[in-house]
């Protein structure tokens, strides 16, 4: 049983989603219980793409006339092996394999993919009818978040594209974006997103720790700690709530328990901008900043961010690495391509 979620759900096409193989144009009609289980995972918030050994256009003609094209995002449809194809996916949504789960008809196909990526989840097109079931496949929370990542990604699609077509430095595309970032204590109206935040977040989790709603819910409101929830806009539309912070916060210091963001912003340095926000407030209230670091085979960008961001290694408690922020450096300066809404 795989103890992570699954984020990303790939399909075959060919006697999976449909009965019969398209090139021999015998497709005689859609599999109702995987139109069924695609309008679910969508729901849920589990994203969805394809890897089908197929003629692209005539595949999507056919997606488009069974109303289903919309559903799939990167979709890889050519006879490249399938493995690479999802390596392939796996980078454009940039998630861990150990979340991505594959469903296709042949054992073969399944066994290939295996050998190349043992950490992903096959299913035979026979269990369809278990998918929705699977606890792997069964959020916590169902967030405003959730019911719009699909369109949060298409909107990434959309970004990526002018952003590769973009002549200028990366600077000046960056200003182009209009992003609008609001850092604000969370509200118990937060905390199921919160959640899902600590759940779904691994490369850019400065410690890996998760917490529930119940545990996030005692932080709220008192003076002994500091949670904080980070959204963020651009022209293109949201990008949701992508950022937590959690703070314990004394009269002479306060430690930084967590900081996560989602990788959807990781070229755009929000993790940075919101460490920033978070030392500049530090600093005006007089105490010294401490954060911890616990190292996992997957978060080690965020202690690069940490030490660029001027914190220094104070020391150990057991896996947990203790940085403190240097007071002798200049504040950092605030970005001047992202309007600030900050209550912290």
Not at 52 to 75: R, T, V
Not at 145 to 157: A, C, P, T
Request: charged letters at 30%; proline letters at 2%.
């Amino acid at each position: 049983m795989k103890k992570q979620k699954i984020k990303l759900l790939i399909w075959d096409l060919d006697n999976t989603i449909w009965n019969g193989t398209l090139t021999e144009d015998n497709v005689t009609k859609l599999n109702k219980k995987v139109k069924d289980t695609i309008l679910e995972m969508d729901k849920r918030g589990i994203l969805m793409s394809i890897a089908s050994k197929n003629n692209f256009n005539q595949a999507w003609d056919k997606l488009e006339e069974f109303q289903l094209s919309e559903y799939f995002i990167y979709p890889a449809i050519n006879w490249n092996s399938k493995s690479g194809n999802i390596k392939d996916i796996i980078k454009s949504v940039n998630i861990g394999v150990d979340t991505v789960a594959f469903v296709d008809d042949q054992a073969f196909e399944r066994d290939e993919v295996k050998s190349e990526l043992p950490e992903i989840l096959c299913i035979d097109r026979k269990d369809i009818s278990s998918i929705v079931d699977m606890p792997e496949f069964m959020p916590n929370f169902i967030t405003d978040d959730s019911k719009l990542r699909r369109q949060m990604y298409q909107s990434d699609v959309k970004r990526n594209k002018d952003e590769d077509e973009s002549k200028g430095p990366k600077e000046e595309f960056l200003a182009s974006l209009n992003m609008e970032l609001t850092l604000k204590h969370a509200e118990v109206t937060d905390l199921q997103r919160a959640e899902e935040l600590t759940v779904r977040t691994h490369q850019l989790n400065s410690t890996g720790y998760t917490y529930n709603y119940d545990e996030l819910k005692n932080f709220v409101g008192t003076d002994s700690h500091k949670l904080l929830i980070g959204g963020l806009i651009d022209k293109y539309g949201t990008y949701g709530k992508i950022a937590l912070a959690l703070l314990t916060c004394t009269e002479e210091k306060w430690i930084l328990d967590l900081l996560l963001t989602s990788c959807r912003v990781m070229s755009r340095g929000i993790g940075t901008v919101i460490l920033n926000l978070i030392i500049e407030q530090a600093m005006k209230s007089g105490v010294d900043l401490f954060a911890e670091f616990v190292p996992t085979d997957k978060n080690r960008i965020m202690l690069v961010t940490y030490k660029l961001a001027g914190f220094i290694e104070a020391g150990k408690n057991g896996d947990v690495i203790i940085l403190q922020y240097d007071k002798n450096r200049q504040l950092p300066r605030r970005p001047d391509h992202i309007k600030l809404t900050i209550e912290i």
